[in-house]
């Protein structure tokens, strides 16, 4: 054979290997569009906000007379950043706060309100300034549901009730006169109650069948002041795989007298060291993608459990506390206060993904915390505040609210670090009201991209826009000096040809398609 025919020969195989390995490497995806599929919840897009560390003091509430900004004293770049994420829901005051707050503390005028210590976070103390009008107002201003705690570890049923009473009732009693004497003529009809939060730990180290029973005593006395038949009462729930817990409650609470079932989860190395916020390494993003990941594991398993005392699915399962939890490296910055990177946003799109795929169980859900602390998607400094890489997944993912599921098939590529693998890519989708179709897909590998090959012959689709959020290192983060390091951009890695929607997902990034 000639040199060139040989040189031609060997090229034409590189080409066909080249071919043929990066066909092998786009995964397919099947996509389906159903019209008897669950609706997402907008509520699984819950945020959570405790009187813990800076979240509400020197976070959301500066009071009155500060010279930041505010609508009766909390912050209007808050409000204005939270109204755009479309908040549909905020849990409040904790956490484990809830099982030490007296709500009657909170009321009346500023001046006269008792000093508390907050016992469980960081014993500082608070002036009970921001109190149950100035919560539930805020909601108003955000067009959000309350979710409020109510104190079952250290409370009574009678100022449970009162509280219900208060903010509920419209007609003439002694609670809603104290309300009107305040200043608040109509009710707020709250609708989310959380009946104590962590029982088995903070909120009082109980047994789950002692908890049953208490539960079922606090919620005899739930009344429904709105006749509507409308409150949303939620149990306080397992600790991630405690699955006994569960068993137990849905075993032992009447039908009638429960609407959700709790469970907390959050993605931490190890409770006694949980790692640093900031300076990570490989091997502990990875352990923390695991937890992100596990969540599917524990809705599963958490369902499993369910289903076989609420097969109809009556009883939604309530992710009231998720996020990653870390050691916070600027320790000056207030309790649980911790820098929000990269490796947050890959936590929130891997979350939300299972979430949105779980639709016809978990109902509702809430980030841990809106402010300051933890997971948080707002961060504050003085009068300048930042939006964190969390802040702009769940806005991306906004689209979801409240649109039809669907259902998504696939086989993962997997991301591998030192002999273990996980699956890099997850991916959700929804169709709204107008029929445009929402595509969620995730990259959790630091390193690779990964071609996705999704099958819309049925969807009809002709036009395709698309949103990334991605950085270079799952160390960045947005600074006070940088703060819009990591926003969204456009996107437009993707082709639209012979019935396929062909996705080049970069590496670590969150990808939002639209489709019509
Ligand atoms: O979100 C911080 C704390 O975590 C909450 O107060 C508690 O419920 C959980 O343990």
Same mark, same amino acid.
């Given at each position: 054979m000639k040199k060139n025919s040989i040189t031609t020969l060997i090229i034409a195989v590189f080409l066909c290997l080249g071919l043929s390995l990066s066909a092998q490497n786009t995964v397919e995806v099947t996509l389906t569009q159903k019209e008897d599929a669950p609706q997402i919840s907008k509520h699984i897009y819950g945020h959570f906000a405790e009187h813990? *560390?800076? &979240?509400?003091? $020197? *976070?959301f509430y500066v009071g009155e007379d500060s010279s930041i900004p505010n609508t009766n004293g909390v912050r209007n770049d808050i409000i204005e950043a939270l109204k755009d994420l479309k908040v549909p829901n905020l849990r409040w005051p904790g956490g484990c706060f809830a099982d030490t707050y007296h709500w009657k503390d909170g009321i009346g005028p500023k001046e006269d309100r008792p000093t508390i210590v907050n016992q469980w976070w960081g014993g500082s103390t608070e002036d009970n300034s921001f109190g149950t009008h100035d919560f539930l107002n805020l909601c108003e201003a955000l067009n959000a549901e309350p979710y409020l705690a109510a104190n079952v570890g250290s409370g009574t049923v009678q100022e449970f009730a009162e509280w219900l009473q208060y903010v509920n009732h419209d007609g003439i009693s002694p609670m809603a006169k104290l309300r009107r004497e305040n200043g608040r003529e109509k009710p707020w009809n709250v609708r989310i109650w959380g009946v104590g939060n962590e029982m088995w730990g &903070? *909120?009082? @180290?109980?047994r789950p069948e002692y908890y049953a029973d208490v539960y079922r005593k606090y919620a005899t006395f739930m009344t429904d002041w709105t006749n509507s038949n409308a409150l949303f009462r939620v149990a306080s729930g397992a @600790?991630?795989? $405690?699955y006994h817990w569960t068993e137990v409650l849905m075993r032992d609470i009447p039908k009638n007298l429960i609407d959700g079932v709790a469970l907390h989860h959050y993605c931490v190395l190890d409770w006694g060291d949980k790692g640093p916020d900031k300076s990570f390494t490989d091997a502990q993003y990875f352990k923390i993608m695991q937890q992100a990941i596990k969540m599917d594991e524990l809705i599963t398993k958490h369902t499993a459990i369910m289903d076989k005392y609420d097969a109809e699915h009556k009883i939604a399962l309530v992710v009231d506390e998720w996020g990653g939890w870390y050691d916070g490296e600027a320790q000056d910055k207030g309790v649980l206060y911790q820098q929000n990177t990269m490796r947050d946003a890959m936590i929130a799109g891997v979350t939300l993904n299972i979430f949105n795929n779980w639709a016809d169980r978990v109902k509702v859900a809430n980030l =841990?915390?809106? /402010? @300051? /602390?933890? !997971? =948080?998607v707002i961060l504050t400094e003085g009068n300048k505040m930042l939006l964190t890489p969390t802040y702009h997944v769940m806005k991306m993912y906004n689209?979801? !609210?409240?649109a039809t599921l669907m259902p998504v098939s696939f086989t993962s590529p997997q991301y591998t670090l030192n002999g273990q693998s996980l699956p890099a890519v997850s991916i959700s989708a929804s169709y709204n009201a107008e029929n445009e179709k929402h595509i969620s897909l995730v990259n959790i590998d630091p390193t690779k991209e990964h071609t996705i090959s999704i099958d819309v012959d049925a969807l009809k689709i002709i036009n395709v826009t698309g949103t990334v959020l991605t950085s270079s290192d799952v160390h960045d983060y947005n600074s006070f000096d940088n703060p819009s390091k990591i926003a969204p951009v456009a996107f437009k890695d993707f082709k639209l040809k012979k019935g396929k929607l062909q996705i080049t997902v970069p590496a670590l990034s969150v990808v939002v398609l639209e489709a019509k």
């Open positions: 813990l *560390g800076r &979240c509400i003091y $020197d *976070g &903070c *909120g009082g @180290n109980m @600790n991630s795989e $405690d =841990a915390q809106t /402010v @300051n /602390v933890l !997971q =948080a689209v979801h !609210q409240d």
